[in-house]
């Protein structure tokens, strides 16, 4: 989710109606974001973060402690990336991709990107500045 979509609240609140709350928050933003992802979650939640793409600070209203318990933690993946093997890096570069790629994870990355040819490129361009349209990846063509 992008920090416009979190601040658009009507989306979001459609979004969450009909799902349970949520066990764990992950954020890669701060700011709005971080808010809406605090506001699905539900009571003993996990809400971590480990960027500040919009630069802005997570701001966490009382309520989250005092009243649902929300446990709040960080990750810098950078420094554990620096304090990993090379090979063990390379295996959970691997891991991801494959969880991503293949069954259930690949409906749901499908779900959230949309693919352009690479020769279509302007339209591509085009169809990746209207901020309510899914991320863009251009797909090139295989090699003959």
């Known amino acids: ?58 701001r966490v209203p009382t309520d989250a402690f005092t009243v649902r318990g929300i446990k709040l933690g960080g990750v810098s993946l950078d420094g554990t990336l620096a304090g990993m093997a090379k090979g063990a890096r390379d295996a959970a570069v691997r891991e991801a991709v494959a969880d991503v790629s293949g069954g259930e994870g690949k409906a749901k990355v499908s779900q959230l990107l949309a693919r352009e040819p690479f020769l279509d490129f302007p339209h591509a361009l085009a169809r990746a500045m209207r901020s309510s349209e899914r991320k863009v990846v251009l797909t090139m063509p295989a090699a003959k």
């Open 1 to 58: 989710m992008d920090e416009e979509f979190a601040r658009s609240t009507p989306k979001f609140a459609r979004l969450l109606a009909d799902l349970a709350p949520a066990s764990l928050g992950l954020n890669a933003t701060g700011g709005a974001a971080a808010a809406s992802v605090l506001k699905a979650l539900g009571p003993g939640a996990t809400f971590t973060t480990y960027g500040s793409m919009s630069g802005q600070p997570v």
